[in-house]
């Protein structure tokens, strides 16, 4: 059974977005709108790393990026790295300020999806860039050290 994904606007209503394979017009979309990431960067083109974007389902805009790698001899999947726009990103528009809100939790939930459809029971595994995300993900999503 697919799952349907959704980010909240600035209003608080729900916008459903749709996840699909990236493609090459996505990474270079990040470069265009600056993005913190360039999503073009070896590390990230690694052929083990499967490459999901976010866009909504109305306006086809990108919001955001993941990067997965099934890892099934540690029964997990890996989130690799993930990303939102730069006008909902929280590192880079202020609260109150930005387009979208809940990216983070919405890939959080894909992943976990595609965990369980590779047999992983939801099991993910991931490092936070910063302190500031580190405690983030303990606190919002009961992330353990």
């Keep these: 059974m697919p799952y349907s994904f959704y980010v909240t606007d600035h209003f608080g209503n729900r916008v459903p977005v749709n996840i699909r394979p990236a493609s090459r017009e996505d990474y270079q979309q990040t470069k265009t709108d600056q993005w913190q990431t360039n999503w073009n960067s070896s590390y990230i083109r690694q052929r ?3 490459k999901f974007a976010m866009l909504t389902c109305e306006e086809k805009e990108l919001v955001g990026l993941l990067a997965i790698e099934p890892l099934p001899e540690n029964y997990c999947l890996h ?5 939102a726009s730069p006008t909902s990103n929280p590192t880079l528009a ?3 300020e930005r387009k979208y809100y809940g990216i983070g939790k919405a ?9 369980i459809l590779s047999g992983f029971d939801g099991t993910l595994v991931f490092k ?4 500031e995300l580190y405690y983030h993900y303990i606190g919002e999503y009961h992330a353990m050290p």
């Design 107 to 115: 890939m959080f939930a894909f992943a976990i999806e595609q965990s």
């Design 79 to 83: 989130m690799a790295y993930m990303e």
């Design 94 to 96: 202020k609260h109150g």
């Design 48 to 50: 083990k790393l499967k």
């Design 128 to 131: 936070a860039k910063t302190t």
